[in-house]
Nanobody, 124 residues
Framework: QVQLVESGGGLVQPGGSLRLSCAAS????????LGWYRQAPGKQRELVAT???????NVADSVKGRFTISRDNAENTVYLQMNSLKPEDTAVYYC??????????????????WGQGTQVTVSS
């Protein structure tokens, strides 16, 4: 019911910047929480940042001050601006949608939807 498509990953040098985008489409009425997670090789998937439809954000300590999450509710799109990138930021970044209403009369459902992931590599 919700498809998420990420874009914007790539190879960047340490200290550089990238901007990830994730567009949500499909048959739904509203998404409350959109966010970004990442998974490095051999590690568990971890939270990077989330943002609610009202604009409240939650950002991991490891990226606080360097990464900024934002969203366009009209376009159902979430962004992740990543500055001052470090080699340890290298990972596959996944877009996530949670707390979705499929119709105006439907209840909020706590179900996770995931994008296919986009690779971010920070290396000189």
């Amino acid at each position: 019911q919700v498809q998420l498509v990420e874009s914007g990953g790539g190879l960047v040098q340490p200290g550089g910047s990238l901007r990830l985008s994730c567009a949500a489409s499909g048959r739904f009425f509203s998404i409350n929480v959109l966010g970004w997670y990442r998974q490095a090789p051999g590690k568990q998937r971890e939270l990077v940042a989330t943002i609610t439809s009202s604009g409240s954000t939650n950002v991991a300590d490891s990226v606080k001050g360097r990464f900024t999450i934002s969203r366009d509710n009209a376009e159902n799109t979430v962004y992740l601006q990543m500055n001052s990138l470090k080699p340890e930021d290298t990972a596959v970044y996944y877009c996530n949608a949670k707390w979705v209403r499929l119709a105006p009369w439907a209840p909020w459902a706590e179900r996770d939807y995931w994008g296919q992931g986009t690779q971010v590599t920070v290396s000189s």
